[in-house]
């Protein structure tokens, strides 16, 4: 299973959309003030478009496929937050028509403290 990811992954870096083809040139060679990004990274059963590990940053492009399978990217968005990540999700228009605007939004992102998810139940917090 394993290795077919890492072969699916590896095929999905030379099928990018255009959206993610924009994006990338902007986030590769740690062009966005210095952040280190993989594309098309596996993480746990799932295969992310970016990927910002100091940061622990996703970020998700999502085309008009996306609108018929919110309650899968929703899933999918949930297993990723629980384990320790930080989810941002914008559509391929955005990053085609406001490629600037994303970066900015992409960048506050990193500015932030991520939240690490506490694995005790409410009541066994400190």
């Not at 999905?12 to 594309?39: I, P, S, V, Y």
């Not at 085309?63 to 929703?74: N, V």
Request: charge should be neutral; charged fraction near 30%; hydrophobic fraction near 35%.
């Amino acid at each position: 299973m394993k290795r077919l990811n890492v072969d699916r992954a590896r095929g999905m870096r030379g099928a990018q959309t255009d959206a993610e083809q924009l994006l990338w040139h902007h986030l590769r060679n740690r062009r966005l003030q210095g952040w280190k990004f993989r594309r098309q990274h596996e993480i746990g059963r799932y295969i992310v478009d970016f990927v910002c590990p100091d940061a622990g940053l996703i970020v998700e492009l999502d085309g008009g496929q996306h609108g018929d399978q919110l309650i899968y990217d929703e899933r999918r968005t949930v297993e990723l937050e629980a384990m320790g990540y930080r989810v941002l999700r914008f559509w391929n228009n955005d990053a085609l028509k406001n490629v600037e605007g994303v970066l900015e939004v992409i960048l506050q992102a990193l500015a932030s403290p991520a939240p690490h998810p506490n694995p005790l139940p409410e009541g066994e917090r400190e």
